[in-house]
């Protein structure tokens, strides 16, 4: 016998070996029973290598309870839920946030369930039974996409930018005493209303995702806890795109809405599901982690010339110009790099920040030369102007269906930039001023930002995000506004009208903007020259 074969036989006889002691070690283990209520949750931990049935009994023999959804819930771990105890694929489903429907016979009291992990530790999570009338329509009960014949739950992807929320149509509302479930016909009287709920405070414990998927398990504590996003019609596709925000929990739910021709309006619940648009298990960039050093060394940066900028900007004239000569280079080369190279977020960074300090000696080099204020000015006031239009697209009026077209956007936004310096360049120190305390502020509030995991760097983010992602403006952008975020805002306020006063005060005895450097120093040399000449004695003495 040759010796790779003695090798082969032996891997196999040890892998025979495992197996059996693995499968006797798991087949040893008892099945774990857990019974169930109707609309009440129910927090078990699943063992590992276990065969676990969770049980709903005493349900109403009433015709009237037609179905009802298992939800199976974890913050991140996947598990397996069955409607059968040999988990066939096309009753099955996996993942963290999965439920199975069951539609109810005439008689049926009792319904069971199956669940399992995969995991060689215990993992936590919420059990939930959800029953429905014969009036309700069925949640997914037309799906022809995923492997279940009934499936209401919701599957999610998700990249840095983007997260996709896909559905199943529903199934016109079944009864009893049916034999089976009609074939779907996709009725003209539903709507699919999609609901959006935030974790607070980009909060990652498990105890604020328990508490926060149980909100949107019922139609009426979606209704009451979360914010209604879009309304789809059966005619559009069954998926809606969202704005990622990394490390922010969301979890989103759909309700099917059936109008009835008497006028009555029934609803039923989708199983919801969350995300914090990052992996919790991930050696690199998890969600514990997810800010770089890059990103702290930006923010840092931006508070401390944001400060300097609030208060002092207008009296350091030459150090402004360099400063708003870099922030627009900055942001400009960096977008370019985004939509035209590959390459990681650091070294774009990088890429920038060298053009921007190139871009900011050139705006520099120009005062310098041509000592025009109105001119270099104007680089300011168009500064103030991107602000105040990201302002105005990261409030409500932003998520208009109207600005979906990349062109009608621009041009609004391209506008607004406008608007400030027009108005104002006339009052030129005035802008300059204002400009210096508000953008010099917003520096500062947002490093302030970055350390208390506020909302109000999307300001800008949002703005970049639509310049270099095409399909940006298709995303519903929901970007969570908590107490801190209206505390953040107050002071931001509050330090611009204080810059403001403060540099008007310090700089009120003195010359609008400082003479151009260039000039100045010629007429130096030209006065030095001719204090020399007026020095010489008229009558030299050769003796």
């Known amino acids: 016998m040759k010796t790779g074969t003695v090798f082969d036989t032996s891997l196999f006889l040890l892998a025979a070996i495992l197996h059996f002691t693995l499968s006797k070690e798991c087949s040893d283990l008892n099945t774990t029973v857990w019974n169930v209520q109707v609309n009440v949750q129910r927090t078990v931990r699943l063992p590992p290598c276990s065969q676990n049935e969770v049980r709903l009994t005493n349900i109403s023999n009433s015709i009237s309870v037609s179905y009802v959804i298992l939800q199976v819930h974890s913050q991140y771990r996947q598990f397996n839920v069955s409607l059968t105890k040999s988990y066939q694929h096309d009753k099955t489903v996996t993942g963290n946030d999965r439920g199975v429907l069951t539609l109810l016979k005439k008689g049926q009291t009792e319904v069971r369930w199956f669940v399992n992990s995969t995991y060689e530790f215990d993992v936590s999570v919420i059990l939930l039974a959800v029953a429905y009338n014969d009036h309700a329509p069925v949640a997914g009960g037309c799906s022809v996409e995923f492997n279940l014949e009934q499936d209401p739950n919701l599957h999610l992807n998700y990249n840095t930018y983007k997260t996709n929320v896909y559905f199943q149509f529903a199934h016109i509302p079944y009864k009893r005493e049916q034999k089976d479930m009609p074939p779907c016909t996709f009725p003209t009287s539903v709507d699919y209303v999609v609901y959006q709920y935030y974790l607070a405070d980009y909060d990652l414990t498990m105890e604020a995702y328990n508490e926060a998927i149980i909100k949107m398990t019922t139609v009426q504590s979606v209704r009451k806890t979360a914010t209604k996003v879009i309304e789809v019609s059966f005619k559009k596709k069954t998926s809606v795109s969202f704005a990622s925000n990394q490390g922010q929990g969301a979890i989103y739910n759909v309700l099917v809405v059936q109008h009835g021709t008497n006028g009555t309006v029934t609803s039923a619940a989708y199983v919801p599901i969350s995300t914090y648009s990052c992996s919790f298990t991930a050696k690199v960039d998890s969600c514990q982690a997810i800010t770089s050093v890059v990103t702290q060394v930006l923010c840092t940066f931006a508070g401390l010339i944001g400060l300097f900028v609030c208060f002092a900007g207008h009296r350091f004239f030459k150090t402004e110009m360099f400063i708003f000569g870099c922030i627009p280079s900055m942001l400009i080369s960096f977008i370019v790099l985004t939509i035209t190279t590959e390459a990681?977020?650091?070294?774009?960074?990088?890429?920038?920040?060298?053009?921007?300090?190139?871009?900011?000696?050139?705006?520099?080099?120009?005062?310098?030369?041509?000592?025009?204020?109105?001119?270099?000015?104007?680089?300011?006031?168009?500064?103030?102007?991107?602000?105040?239009?990201?302002?105005?697209?990261?409030?409500?009026?932003?998520?208009?269906?109207?600005?979906?077209?990349?062109?009608?956007?621009?041009?609004?936004?391209?506008c607004i930039c406008l608007v400030v310096p027009v108005f104002l360049l006339?009052?030129?120190?005035?802008?300059?001023?204002?400009?210096?305390?508000?953008?010099?502020?917003?520096?500062?509030?947002?490093?302030?930002?970055?350390?208390?995991?506020?909302?109000?760097?999307?300001?800008?983010?949002?703005?970049?995000?639509?310049?270099?992602?095409?399909?940006?403006?298709?995303?519903?952008?929901?970007?969570?506004?908590?107490?801190?975020?209206?505390?953040?805002?107050?002071?931001?306020?509050?330090?611009?009208?204080?810059?403001?006063?403060?540099?008007?005060?310090?700089?009120?005895?003195?010359?609008?903007?400082?003479?151009?450097?260039?000039?100045?120093?010629?007429?130096?040399?030209?006065?030095?020259?001719?204090?020399?000449?007026?020095?010489?004695?008229?009558?030299?003495?050769?003796?």
């Open 426 to 543: 006339y009052f030129t120190k005035t802008l300059n001023v204002i400009s210096c305390a508000v953008i010099g502020s917003y520096g500062l509030i947002v490093a302030l930002n970055y350390y208390i995991k506020a909302s109000l760097s999307h300001i800008i983010l949002n703005s970049i995000k639509r310049a270099v992602i095409s399909d940006f403006g298709q995303l519903k952008v929901e970007t969570p506004f908590y107490t801190k975020d209206i505390i953040l805002t107050v002071a931001w306020l509050l330090l611009a009208i204080s810059g403001s006063v403060c540099q008007f005060y310090t700089e009120r005895h003195k010359p609008e903007f400082p003479p151009c450097p260039k000039t100045e120093r010629k007429l130096r040399f030209r006065q030095a020259a001719q204090l020399g000449s007026e020095c010489q004695p008229l009558i030299i003495n050769d003796n």
């Open 344 to 414: 990681s977020h650091t070294e774009r960074v990088n890429i920038s920040a060298v053009i921007g300090v190139v871009g900011g000696s050139a705006w520099l080099t120009f005062w310098w030369c041509r000592g025009i204020a109105v001119i270099s000015v104007l680089l300011v006031g168009l500064s103030l102007g991107y602000l105040t239009a990201s302002i105005v697209f990261f409030t409500p009026l932003g998520n208009l269906e109207i600005w979906e077209n990349n062109m009608t956007y621009g041009l609004t936004f391209a």
